[in-house]
């Protein structure tokens, strides 16, 4: 399903995990994170809701390497010829999606969480196992703006993986938190302000001080748009708050 959920930034949920097209007034598209190999027919169809083309597809900025994140990214390149931009110490885990850091075991999180079974059920079903390794990307820098759709401003927040990076976009008031700060967590289904499970992340201590950096970009009415879960509007400051009291898990 297509939703409009800020200015011009629209929402594809698919199996638990959110693709967000970032249009401008000249008819171009950004793509942040391609969700799974499913994800891909979902793309097609949100563009045509949009009145775009595949064509208008100038950009695909990934938050993260993960391969939830990188479902279609390998075809978007192939296909569409769309240049992928990434922070670069996540260009070996684009390549292979499937060895990637993360602290504690995951086959024991469907046993402690079994609210988690149907989420990850759903993205089994989506492709999760089947992502290809996507290379030849062009990388991000901290701090700058990027050439695309939005002109998203990259805000370097590692933990999650190395090179985790969360986008905001000023004259939209939105900020893109890919998986440095999520509404839903797929591996104990638990709602909410947090950051991924140990199952997925790297460095949970770092994750949870790169949320700090988040908050300066805090109006007051910003958006705050995660790689899974609902958008939230109660402020980045009291979703970092309460991201910080759940803690690591």
Known sequence: ????????????????????????????????????????????????????RPSDVAAVVLTHAHFDHTGSAAALQSRLGVPIWLHEQDSTIAAHPYRYAHENVRAMYPVRYPASLRILAAMVSAGALRVRGVQGLRHVEP???????????VIFTP??????????????DVL??????????????????????GAATA??????????RLVPYDSGGTTLLPGHGEPWTGGVGAAVERARAVGAH
């Open 159 to 172: 933990g999650h993986t190395f090179g985790h990076c969360a986008l905001h976009l000023p004259e939209r």
């Open 203 to 212: 460095d949970s201590s770092q994750a949870l001080v790169s949320l700090d």
């Open 143 to 153: 701090g700058e703006t990027l050439p695309v759709p939005g002109s998203p401003h």
């Open 1 to 52: 399903m297509l939703s409009e959920v800020a200015d011009r930034v629209h929402r594809i949920e698919h199996a638990y995990v959110n693709v967000y097209l970032v249009t401008d007034d000249d008819g171009q598209v950004l793509v942040v994170d391609t969700g799974l190999p499913a994800t891909w027919d979902l793309l097609g169809q949100a563009l045509r809701d949009l009145g775009r």
């Open 176 to 197: 893109l938190t890919g998986d440095a700060l999520v509404t839903l967590d797929p591996y104990t289904g638990r709602r909410g302000p947090q950051i991924i499970a």
